[in-house]
């Protein structure tokens, strides 16, 4: 059975390019009819936070990307790590280093200086005795010639030369395991079959591969996805715009649109833009996972967000929009008037904050009136247009869209007006702007006396000015 992981280290939220990674062994687990396990790398405990942990959960959990099995946290999985490491030291595979941090960075430095790879020099590696008074560290006992070979579904075949590859730590001094010793006792023990990581993880893999043929583990296939790039071809930073997960939900991006948007970053199906998740699951394989790096677009995230507002059930799209209008003090009307409120601004917004933002009107007529329209729209004509509009709704109890239209038209051939002029005053009238849903639409959730109070308070402020 296919087994992937995901396994993020608790030190920040959940970002793009873990998302990115998360979504794709999910993919390729539920492709396969496999599991999905994550777990949570926690060994640096300096850095580690609950409050992270939390982070990432929540993030997972948005975006809709169910595990299977876990969380485990590598920090209740200590004991596994030193038999393991206990192990490999009774086969001569790993020794005791006393090297301090002090003489390490020396070496380092003087290597440097002579042109030299500044790696580890092994002097522990043959120690007979301990160094009293010094806390030690554990090495992997790495091989000395040959070569390392990575068979990558996404790189390929990559060669790395053993003699390049130094005795990596494998437990710290405190006890605590490295990553690349961690990783590897953990995948083993979670019969995981498939590495899914982005492709800064692929100096590690020969290390890691020397630990699995060390500890006679199977190795499993690896796939290592590029980097995601921001527009300026470097890495995704905070420069390039939001990189946390759980910051595009706060600015009101949908969780679909913005796993459609992941899976195409490095990923592709003929020339297909827009996928259900169902198929996602279905056309997802490791071998169409491109070989360069991706770079994001929030231009396109944008676009995509507003796709998915556009065709989405009313009722969900009201479900996921009610805490917006809320955080704005929005009193909510029941759930149809809400609805066909959305349904009227979704055209034009793009993310839910923007649909918050341009349904001021709908909640108060104490608004404030464009100003460019002010000077553009309201004057002598449309003046009396709003008043002969007022009294025609005035003799109607319930206004259907066609009386309205036809409302509309006598009044501009009356008042020998072009039909959009009315239109524009009655829309700055109602709402306050010049650019708004359809006018119909919005009396037909304010009710026509709000709407002949509304046009009563235009008039008075032309009166004033």
């Known amino acids: 059975m296919v087994r992937t992981r995901f396994a993020p280290s608790p030190t920040g939220y959940l970002h793009i390019g873990g998302a990115r990674t998360a979504l794709f062994n999910w993919l ?20 580690s936070t ?11 959990k948005w975006l809709n990307l169910d595990w299977d099995e876990g969380p485990f946290f590598q920090s209740q999985r200590m004991d596994r790590y030193s038999y393991f490491a206990e192990k490999l030291l009774n086969e001569g595979k790993a020794y005791y280093c006393y090297c301090t941090p002090e003489e390490l960075q020396e070496r380092r430095e003087r290597a440097l200086k002579e042109g030299k790879k500044p790696t580890y020099d092994r002097r522990c ?9 010094r806390k030690p560290v554990i090495r992997f006992k790495a091989p000395l010639d040959g070569e390392t070979i990575v ?14 590859l130094d005795d990596l730590i494998i437990i710290r001094s405190d006890g605590f395991p490295t990553y690349n010793f961690a990783v590897v006792i953990d995948d083993v023990d979670m019969n995981i079959t498939h590495v899914i990581r982005g492709d ?15 500890l006679d583990f199977p190795i499993p296939i690896f796939a290592h996805v590029p980097m995601i790039l921001g527009s300026d071809k470097t890495r995704l930073s905070k420069r390039h715009g939001a990189t946390s997960v759980m910051a595009y939900k706060e600015m009101g991006y949908i969780s679909d649109a913005l796993v459609n948007y992941l899976v ?7 020339d297909q833009e827009i996928f259900s998740r169902e198929e996602m699951i279905k056309k997802f394989s490791l071998e169409n996972i491109g070989k360069s790096p991706a770079v994001f677009n929030p231009e396109k995230l944008l676009w995509l967000n507003a796709h998915y507002i556009k065709e989405m059930e009313p009722s969900k799209l009201a479900e996921l929009a009610r805490e917006f209008f ?17 349904c009227s601004l979704r055209q034009r917004g793009r993310t839910l904050v923007e649909i918050a933002d341009m349904a001021d009107f709908y909640f108060t007529s104490e608004f404030n009136y464009d100003e460019q329209g002010i000077k553009k729209i ?6 009396k247009s709003l008043k002969e509009i007022r009294e025609k709704l005035s003799k109607v109890n319930e206004l259907l869209e066609p009386d309205f239209e036809i409302i509309v038209r006598k009044t501009a051939e009356e008042l020998k007006l072009k039909v959009s002029e009315v239109a524009q005053s009655l829309r700055l009238a109602i709402t306050g702007k010049t650019v708004s849903p359809g006018l119909f639409e919005i009396i037909e959730v304010i009710g026509i006396n709000e709407t002949i109070r509304r046009i009563d308070r235009a008039i008075n402020y032309m009166d004033k000015v």
Do not use: C
Request: charged residues 35%.
């Open 28 to 47: 390729f687990a539920r492709n396969r009819g496999g599991k999905f396990i994550l777990r949570i790398e926690d060994t640096d405990v300096e850095r």
């Open 125 to 133: 590696r043959d120690l007979k005795e301990p160094i009293v008074d």
């Open 200 to 214: 800064d993880h692929l100096n590690n893999t020969p290390r890691q591969i020397q630990i699995y043929k060390a």
């Open 151 to 164: 068979d990558d579904i996404v790189k390929g075949r990559v060669i790395f030369k053993n003699e390049e």
């Open 264 to 270: 195409r970053l490095g990923w592709s199906y003929g």
């Open 378 to 383: 309201f004057n002598e004509q449309t003046k």
């Open 50 to 60: 609950q409050e992270s942990v939390k982070a990432i959960l929540d993030g997972m």
């Open 326 to 342: 809320i955080e704005k003090g929005y009193s909510l009307p029941e759930e149809t008037k809400f609805e066909k409120i959305l």
